[in-house]
């Protein structure tokens, strides 16, 4: 089994105020790991997915996708604390402010975290809400830790984001723990910038895979493709435009999943062969990734494909990726 931790939350966008005044919300299930989940279990795994979810409304409105996708929700009993929310308003421009009221994605337990990881786990992911609070944080290390005894993979996709955060360079330390841990490292330009713009992104590669574990490295340059570094190779590739763009939400989750599903096609997905992957592994990997991310971004909202969708694409004439 794949098993993705990390949280899961309602995004509540306001449409631009009427001559009313009145704010207008819809609401979209989302949050990084929840989307990732998904996306992992369309791309054909067995994937769990370990979150705390609500009893409440939002709670079932977020179950929908998880079990359509045919996701295992790892800790079956909701709890009575209401849903993580993702407010954004927009003004009378349509500039965005954003808010985050933290709920039933911290209703967590070690104890329960490590006894819903499964026996056999290949992969465990860590989501990006992981690192922020340090009760969270070492509540999280303790269930990467017992994926680790279990022979789990680790990757990590952290989705800095410095506006959650008041202690910035405590969130960096805490970080740099689930970092040393990881395997697998997908990062952003943008996450790269906030953790430290002094560097470019080939020093920043060379440092997470200087980690204890790292082996691979990823790193997205949103229109502008992605990254990939080994000990053994690089390569660069452009993103996959589908015929029709929707939106961008849940690109980089999308894109995760598909790094790591051809990461198993490739049975390179353990520590000790990643690390072998060479310039033509890695760009077979990252095209992969684009066209997950590419077709996702065809859909309004996270809506990631099912993998005879991607092989379809790699294999027609319609999957062109773009050079960057």
Not at 5 to 33: C, N, T, Y
């Amino acid at each position: 089994m794949f098993v993705v931790g990390g949280e899961s939350l309602i995004d509540l966008v306001s449409a631009p105020r009427g001559v009313d005044g009145s704010i207008h919300m819809q609401a979209h299930q989302g949050g990084s790991p929840y989307n990732c989940a998904i996306a992992l279990s369309r791309l054909g795994h067995d994937t769990g997915y370990l979150c705390p979810i609500s009893k409440d409304g939002f709670g079932s409105y977020l179950l929908e996708p998880l079990e359509a996708a045919g996701v295992r929700q790892l800790l079956p009993r909701r709890v009575n604390v209401p849903t993580t929310l993702a407010v954004v308003t927009l003004d009378a421009q349509g500039k965005a402010q954003y808010e985050f009221y933290r709920g039933a994605d911290r209703a967590i337990e070690s104890k329960l975290l490590t006894a819903a990881l499964p026996d056999e786990l290949e992969l465990y992911q860590i989501g990006g809400f992981c690192p922020i609070l340090p009760d969270d944080a070492e509540k999280w290390l303790v269930a990467v830790e017992a994926a680790i005894a279990k022979g789990a993979t680790i990757s990590i996709d952290p989705n800095v984001r410095p506006s959650l955060v008041e202690d910035f360079d405590g969130y960096k330390e805490r970080l740099g723990r689930f970092l040393d841990l990881a395997h697998v490292i997908k990062v952003s330009e943008e996450d790269l910038e906030a953790l430290d713009p002094s560097q470019s992104i080939e020093a920043h590669a060379q440092d997470l895979l200087a980690r204890p574990n790292c082996e691979l490295v990823v790193v997205t340059l949103g229109e502008h493709g992605s990254r990939a570094f080994t000990s053994n190779g690089r390569a660069t590739t452009g993103v996959y435009a589908p015929p029709q763009f929707g939106d961008t939400v849940g690109a980089g989750d999308s894109l995760m999943a598909g790094i790591l599903t051809q990461l198993g096609a490739l049975k390179a997905l353990k520590p000790g062969t990643l690390k072998q992957l060479d310039d033509a592994a890695l760009m077979t990997v990252l095209r992969f990734g684009a066209v997950v991310a590419g077709l996702n971004c065809g859909q309004k909202g996270c809506n990631p494909p099912t993998r005879p969708q991607v092989e379809a694409v790699l294999g027609g004439a319609e999957g062109q990726i773009g050079n960057t």
